[in-house]
């Protein structure tokens, strides 16, 4: 199954190195890994997207408790109040009759043309997985050249903060006095 953890962790060398360990030794395909500043000075958000059985991941947020630096994690797979997003870009090769139906499927799709050269174009587009798969979809048969996608960022809907949720790591000395 495919779960999708959010974490805050020490923002200090190794952190990121340590998490990916973890994952690794236990033998789970992590389909992305995204890292980056969060709200709190010194934290960093990680948004990782695993495959892997139910009790599987119980066992990896033991061992995510034990990790130095550690500060908060949360199974956000089931949460439907959860708004998962990525960003992508994709080079389309166009010619002079491919590329306004190109341009047009970019408008569909809302998604922003970045580059232009005579024979491709570069589009930007950000949003639910599933519509940037479909959006691949609808640009295949113009020939995509290359594409590459951030990775998952989630965050809950509302006023729900991942400093609220019930955690596999119990510290919390390192949030901000009022999360």
């Not at 992590?30 to 991941?57: C, M």
């Not at 959006?135 to 400093?163: D, H, N, Y």
């Amino acid at each position: 199954m495919r779960h999708v953890l959010v974490a805050l962790v020490q923002d200090e060398p190794g952190m990121l190195a340590r998490m990916g360990n973890l994952f690794a030794r236990r033998g789970y395909n992590v389909e992305s890994f995204t890292a980056g500043a969060s709200e709190a000075a010194g934290l960093t958000r990680v948004t990782i997207v695993v495959e892997g059985p139910d009790t599987a991941l119980d066992q990896v947020a033991k061992q995510f408790r034990k990790l130095i630096g550690a500060v908060k994690v949360a199974d956000v797979t089931e949460d439907k109040e959860q708004l998962a997003h990525e960003m992508m870009l994709v080079k389309v090769g166009v010619n002079a009759r491919t590329r306004q139906e190109v341009v047009s499927l970019a408008d569909l799709f809302k998604a922003r043309i970045v580059d232009v050269s005579n024979t491709t174009l570069i589009l930007e587009a950000t949003g639910e997985p599933d519509k940037l798969a479909k959006f691949l979809e609808v640009l295949r048969p113009f020939g995509i050249k290359e594409q590459a996608r951030t990775g998952i960022l989630s965050m809950s809907r509302g006023a729900k903060l991942l400093a609220q949720r019930v955690s596999a790591v119990a510290d919390r000395k390192y949030l901000p006095p009022d999360a």
